[in-house]
């Protein structure tokens, strides 16, 4: 699996802008972040967006701001902020484990994705194959190392 594309993101933004007026609103937005297990309240994320509603273009720089390391986020080079890394890629990996058995399976995959309007029906041949690429046990499902693998790789490259 790879970092979303403009393409995906734009067809994010266009599937959330329910009343097609070239913004997601608070509502929209917060209905994404849900699915994806991030719980906030409207007032929660006005103060963090600092607006009632994004743009495209706002859209792709909050997307980038929450999916991309940042080296200026008070981590000394200590280490200190490890943990906190790692917690958050058990809460990323545990939105795609829908059944919580310790594995991301295709069909997984294939409904968050699909969820999220990334994937279009019958994506499953895609599933595998973005499976397949980090699969390193070949059992055809990703557990948490190889999903760690797997994102650690996709933000440092």
Not at 55 to 71: A, C, R
Not at 99 to 110: A, V, W
């Amino acid at each position: 699996m790879s970092p979303l594309t403009s393409n995906d993101l734009e067809r994010i933004f266009e599937k959330l802008d329910k009343n097609r007026d070239g913004q997601v609103s608070l509502e929209e937005l917060n209905w994404l972040l849900e699915r994806i297990g991030v719980e906030l309240s409207l007032h929660e994320l006005e103060s963090l967006l600092g607006k009632p509603g994004l743009d495209f273009n706002e859209f792709l720089f909050f997307y980038k701001s929450i999916s991309t390391p940042d080296s200026n986020d008070g981590d000394d080079g200590s280490g200190s902020s490890d943990h906190e890394d790692e917690s958050d890629l058990v809460k990323a990996f545990n939105v795609f484990d829908v059944n919580g058995d310790g594995y991301i399976s295709c069909e997984e995959l294939d409904s968050v994705l699909r969820r999220l309007g990334v994937m279009e029906e019958n994506g499953s041949r895609d599933c595998r194959s973005m499976i397949h690429v980090y699969d390193t046990n070949l059992d055809g499902m990703l557990d948490f190392q190889e999903f760690k693998h797997m994102m650690l790789q996709n933000t440092i490259s």
